[in-house]
């Protein structure tokens, strides 16, 4: 049996996943379809992920801590917890260029590719990053 405690926390987590997938899904589809009308005005696939990043981080930090994460863990060194915020978000601009470089250079695809493991892959990644280390 599961102790009101164990459920709490559960409830915690769920409404932090939803919060986190409407609000990244936001910042994350933002940063792609800025990537995306970049790349197919002619911009190369590189310098387009860099302005998508640029659009992304412009609002995911305010949102993240305001929404996705609001209320959980200590909220008393913020200068900290931005440096790791950048941190992450540094390590998704990192995945989305290794995608945008493998599927566009080596492999040769076409420069839509990249959004999908864009929308999929980092989003899970950042998501473990931001609840266990930036917002914990």
């Given at each position: 049996?599961?102790?009101?405690?164990?459920?709490?926390?559960r409830?915690?987590?769920?409404?932090?996943?939803?919060?986190?997938?409407?609000?990244?899904?936001?910042?994350?589809?933002?940063g792609?379809?800025?990537?995306?009308?970049?790349a197919?005005a002619?911009?190369?696939?590189?310098?387009?992920?860099?302005?998508?990043?640029?659009?992304?981080?412009?609002s995911?930090?305010?949102?993240?801590?305001?929404v996705?994460?609001?209320?959980?863990?200590?909220?008393?060194?913020?200068?900290?917890?931005t440096?790791?915020f950048?941190t992450?978000?540094?390590?998704?601009?990192?995945?989305?260029?290794?995608?945008?470089?493998?599927?566009?250079?080596?492999?040769?695809?076409?420069?839509?590719?990249?959004?999908?493991?864009?929308?999929?892959?980092?989003?899970?990644?950042t998501?473990?990053?931001?609840?266990?280390?930036v917002?914990a």
């Amino acid at each position: 049996m599961i102790s009101w405690v164990e459920r709490a926390r559960r409830s915690e987590v769920f409404g932090q996943v939803i919060r986190f997938g409407l609000v990244g899904g936001f910042v994350t589809a933002l940063g792609a379809g800025a990537y995306l009308v970049a790349a197919l005005a002619g911009v190369a696939p590189l310098l387009a992920n860099v302005l998508a990043y640029a659009v992304a981080m412009a609002s995911g930090y305010v949102l993240h801590s305001k929404v996705s994460f609001r209320g959980h863990g200590s909220r008393d060194n913020p200068a900290q917890r931005t440096l790791r915020f950048v941190t992450v978000s540094l390590i998704s601009f990192a995945l989305n260029s290794l995608f945008v470089w493998t599927m566009t250079e080596p492999l040769g695809w076409p420069v839509w590719t990249p959004v999908v493991p864009m929308l999929f892959v980092t989003p899970l990644v950042t998501f473990t990053l931001n609840r266990r280390w930036v917002f914990a």
